[in-house]
């Protein structure tokens, strides 16, 4: 069963940086696309970050310019860099993943969700 793990969430100040990262565990697979939603209270979750295939990731305009998705293929893990942290941040941050098992259609998974918090 595949599992996406998060990690890197936590406080940070206004203005400040933070790393997230995310891997599946469970084996080897084939990862369609991969990257970050999130959510905040009272909102509806929304994409962040995504990265299909070999492309350059998708961003919400609202995080353009501050925050970069990488991929390491090898390790099957995504990272979200997260920079110049505003009071519109602060959400749970889940980690994302389109993968193909042989013979089916790709179905999503979904980490847990790990708490992004901006202190002013």
């Known amino acids: 069963q595949v599992q996406l793990v998060e990690s890197g969430g936590g406080l940070v100040q206004s203005g400040g940086s933070l790393v997230l990262s995310c891997a599946p565990s469970?084996?080897?697979?084939?990862?369609?696309?991969m990257g970050w939603y999130r959510q905040a209270p009272g909102k509806q979750r929304e994409m962040v970050a995504l990265?299909?295939?070999?492309?350059?990731?998708n961003y919400a305009d609202s995080v353009k310019g501050r925050f970069a998705a990488s991929r390491d293929y090898a390790r099957q893990t995504v990272h979200l860099q997260m920079n110049n942290l505003k009071p519109e941040d602060p959400a749970v941050y889940y980690c994302?993943?389109?993968?193909?098992?042989?013979?089916?259609?790709?179905?999503?998974?979904w980490g847990q969700g790990t708490q992004v918090i901006v202190s002013s």
């Open positions: 994302y993943a389109s993968i193909e098992f042989e013979g089916s259609r790709a179905s999503d998974y």
């Open positions: 469970g084996g080897i697979f084939a990862i369609i696309a």
């Open positions: 990265v299909r295939g070999a492309d350059a990731a």
